[in-house]
């Protein structure tokens, strides 16, 4: 074989061996979301995992363009893809579905269905798991979610088995989470999966995440009457009802802004609003928008936290309104800190 042929042959080999794993595809995961309600902290927490990793293409979706209203609090998230426009890509590998807050969704549900039969994965995040009982889709299956949920669920869907011991539950293609602070760890867990240890153990250390421990004590988490006497004695005291201001930057961490938004927003003393510009570009490519119109005054600014964003948001409550305050904040989230022994 001449030796020019021979180079051509051993280049042709090289650039083969080359565009294997690294030359591939990254895995597409599409977090679904509904303009009329989906809760901030589930949307943006995956979004800002799986995009800082750098290994998976995530885009939130949704049946239309129209901006995404981020509850509990007062800002909205644009969609990036509509789900006609997805339907002309390939099938996506992983669809997470957040709490929404219309449940019921016939057209939504039929996607859903459509997605597993296709192959995909699906993961809910906190009471997303409405929304995938809702399609069918737990039907013969174990499955957790908020623990507040958990009781109403067991009754109107018998047949799924509903777990409290763990911080997600995997059955097969369909994982679910418990409340709201399960979302990060199951994310990461999904991550491992979807691009390996090394790169889920890079991310979190990035983004201050402890690693995955899917074990969970959720009998720990009920209604107590100190915590319904707090929440009673914060309703009835309109007088001392705060507008909270969290201001957007360019940007601006994700999971910070969505913690901020979701937890001051769930007081019963506050509710938290986007302000300054118009809208933003996050961190990691979302475009964050404020409301048109907003309070003529507001009662307190709030810095978004750093490093872990829980648990520092949970001391900014602390330090605002009292401990009792912020740990009930911190049940809403099935976080550790609001854990019934924790109080």
């Known amino acids: 074989m001449p030796r020019l042929t021979r180079l051509l042959v051993l280049l042709a080999l090289f650039v083969l061996g080359t565009a294997g794993p690294a030359a591939a595809a990254r895995p597409l995961v599409v977090i679904l979301a509904d303009a009329r309600g989906t809760v901030a902290t589930d949307l943006l927490a995956p979004y800002a995992i799986l995009a800082e990793s750098g290994a998976v293409e995530v885009k939130v979706v949704a049946a239309t363009k129209a901006p995404v209203r981020l509850t509990p609090g007062f800002a909205w998230a644009a969609p990036q893809m509509t789900l006609t ?201 979302l475009t964050l928008h404020r409301a048109a119109s907003l309070p003529e005054r507001f009662d307190r600014k709030v810095v978004l936290p750093r490093g872990e964003a829980m648990a520092a948001t949970f001391r900014q409550i602390d330090r605002a309104y009292g401990p009792t305050t912020a740990r009930f904040v911190a049940l809403q989230f099935e976080h550790p800190y609001g854990a019934v022994s924790a109080w």
């Open 85 to 285: 426009e997805l339907a002309r890509r390939p099938r996506p590998d992983v669809v997470i579905v957040p709490a929404l807050e219309v449940v019921d969704d016939p057209a939504r549900a039929a996607w859903l269905r459509a997605q597993l039969k296709a192959g995909a994965r699906i993961m809910s995040i906190c009471n997303g798991a409405k929304v995938l009982a809702a399609a069918g889709l737990l039907d013969g299956r174990q499955a957790t979610v908020h623990w507040y949920s958990r009781g109403k669920l067991a009754k109107q869907h018998p047949r799924v088995t509903w777990r409290h011991d763990r911080r997600w539950v995997e059955d097969g293609p369909v994982i679910t989470t418990a409340g709201i602070s399960a979302g990060e760890p199951a994310t990461l867990h999904l991550l491992s999966q979807l691009a390996g240890e090394p790169v889920m153990a890079a991310t979190a250390a990035r983004l201050a995440l402890p690693l995955p421990d899917p074990r969970h004590a959720g009998e720990d988490y009920r209604l107590t009457p100190w915590g319904m006497t707090q929440v009673v004695a914060n309703r009835l005291a309109f007088w001392r009802h705060e507008a909270v201001a969290l201001p957007l930057t360019a940007g601006l961490d994700e999971i910070a802004f969505g913690t901020a938004l979701d937890a001051w927003s769930r007081t019963y003393r506050s509710t938290a609003w986007a302000t300054g510009p118009a809208s933003v570009t996050t961190r990691h490519g």
